[in-house]
Every structure is written in C-alpha cells, then in structure tokens.
C-alpha cells in the first residue's frame, strides 16, 4: 500500500481536480492523508464532501508547506509515501509506475517519475538530459547532473519515497522560503539510489492563479547555506560541484529577471568560480541579460533560438 501526501492551503479551485485523479488511478490500494495548513478559503469543506473511505483530513495552523508535509510523514501508514500539491494531477498510472519501480530496483530509497507541464491549457515537456540510462527506466546515478540541466528529472509531485529514507534526512527542511523541494531531492541524493522512468506520468500546473510559492530575490537567501552543507557530505556524487553552480546559475537568471543585477553579477561568478567550464552558465548569463533589457520571457528567447539555428 501507498500513503499520498497532499499540503493544502488555499485552493479551492484545484483540490477536487486533484483527487480525483488520484481516484481514478489503477491502483487503489492507497491512503490519501490531506493536511490542512491552515487554510482560509473552502478547500477543507469541499474535501469533506467527497467523503471516500481513503481520504483522511489532518489540520494544523498555518506552518507552511514543508511543515505540512512532514506532518503527512509522520501520519502515514505506509512505508512508501507519495507527494502531490494540490493544484497538480497524474495520469491514471503514476502509483502504478512508481510500484512498478519499487519492484524493479528494491534497493532504491526514492522512486520518480517524468512529468508534462500544463501552462493555461498549453502542454509544456520538460528539456531533462544527461541522463545516463537509456532504457525506459533504470537507476538515476547522476542526479546532480541530471538536475543542473533546464529542468529538473522530477518535481514535488512526481516521485514517492520511502518513509525510512526521508525520516532519515528529518523530512522537509523548514524556515527557507521556497525550494524546499530542490533541497530534499538533494539531500535524498546523498543517503539513497533513486529509481526513474523516463514515462510522464504527473502533471505540473501553472495557471494565472496559481498557489505554488514563488521565489524571493534575497540577496542572502538561507537556502544557500542548506545547498553548500548538502554539498559538503555529497562532494563524492557524481556531478555534485556541477549541481552547487547550477543552483548559483539560477539564483543568477532569477535576479536578472528581477532586475536586481548587482545580486545577478554576484552569482554568476559564484557559479563561474565553482565550475568555470560549465557552457550553459554563459548562454544563461547572455539569455539573462537579454530578456531582462528587452522584457521578452526567457522561454520565448530561447524558442527564437531553436528556431533560428534550424
């Protein structure tokens, strides 16, 4: 059996849709834990009316997503447990693939699944390369390099976990603002193999009312310090220095986008510093630049650029 985790707070909109495709999954042997953190809308009384038998409500005040999280670690019955936000969706496969996974590579701690995006209606596929498998699915022994690319192999809603594993490195960090869920696959990284498959399976959304958390421009952003202390006990993974200034690389294209340069310049030779012959740290700085003069969005940059070299 599996336990899914869902953090809810504040969406209406997207909880009913959400469910309702974890119960249209093949595979129904499952809990569906929801923790409420403290939400104000009618997200909680929509839950209550589906009232299935699976569905099991927990609230807490308001403490946050990572906060909500482990308190769904600590509910869950179950040694394999799950995530989804609650704006996000799976294919009626996606615990069937993770199972698949689990039986597959036994060993693996952490099982994960490709994903689609969907942008307002418009179905978006991830850039994931690097990876160094070419089968369906494998091992993912080069999660560092795998992730210092365009996009991540996975998000915070595709991929499960065992529930030893993610005890094991206390659960979801707490007091950062976001990226909570970059760290953990980082730190889940370093104390576990992680099992993937290349199938698309979950479904990311972005909307013009979107709850996910957006990033701050901090110039001194206390994720940084929990991404160089995960370096230190991972300098023996394979592309872990990479991975450290890949993470400055996005601090940097974030702050140009932001237009707050002096913060931009200052990661970029963090990132230059680390892994100076990292290509993609120069076209980044270049696009950067670029969209934050012109105000075009990066995704349109770069798609006038595939056009242009075909």
């Known amino acids: 059996m599996i336990s899914i985790v869902i953090p809810l ?5 997207y909880i009913k849709r959400c469910i309702d495709s974890i119960l249209r999954q093949t595979v129904t042997d499952f809990e569906i834990i929801i923790v409420d953190d403290g939400s104000s809308d009618n997200g909680p009384a929509i839950i209550s009316e589906i ?8 609230k807490q005040p308001n403490q946050g997503v990572s906060c909500a999280r482990n308190r769904g670690i600590e509910e869950a019955k179950y040694d394999i447990i799950a995530f989804i936000d609650a704006d996000d969706m799976w294919t009626e496969t996606h615990l069937e693939d993770i ?16 994903y689609t995006i969907q942008n307002n209606g418009k179905t978006i596929y991830p850039n994931i390369t690097n990876i160094d498998f070419k089968e369906e699915d494998g091992v993912m022994r080069n999660y560092y390099e795998v992730a210092s690319g365009k996009d991540f192999p996975f998000n915070s809603s595709s991929y499960a976990v065992k529930k030893e594993i993610i005890e094991s490195i206390g659960g979801y960090p707490t007091g950062i603002p976001s990226g909570e869920d970059i760290l953990t696959m ?8 992680i099992a ?5 399976s979950a479904i990311y959304t972005i909307n013009n009312k979107n709850v996910k958390s957006v990033r701050p421009i901090l110039k001194h952003d206390p994720l940084d310090k929990f991404i160089y202390d995960n370096f230190k006990i991972s300098k023996h993974k394979k592309g872990a220095r990479l ?12 702050a140009f986008m932001a237009r707050k340069y002096a913060i931009g310049f200052e990661h970029f030779f963090k990132a230059f510093i680390i892994f100076p012959f990292q290509k993609k740290l120069y ?7 670029i969209s934050a003069i012109s105000g075009k969005n990066i995704n349109e940059i ?9």
């Open 186 to 193: 980082a730190r889940l990284n370093t104390v576990s193999d």
């Open 99 to 114: 199972l698949h996974l689990h039986s597959k590579y036994p060993d693996c701690g952490v099982f994960g699944t490709s």
């Open 302 to 310: 770069n798609e006038f650029i595939a056009k242009y070299k075909n």
């Open 51 to 58: 009232n299935h038998p699976s569905i099991r409500l927990v």
């Open 9 to 13: 707070y504040n969406c209406e909109l």
């Open 283 to 289: 076209t980044s700085f270049i696009i950067s630049i």
């Open 196 to 200: 993937y498959t290349k199938k698309a």
């Open 243 to 254: 991975f450290l200034s890949s993470w400055h690389k996005r601090r940097m294209t974030g």
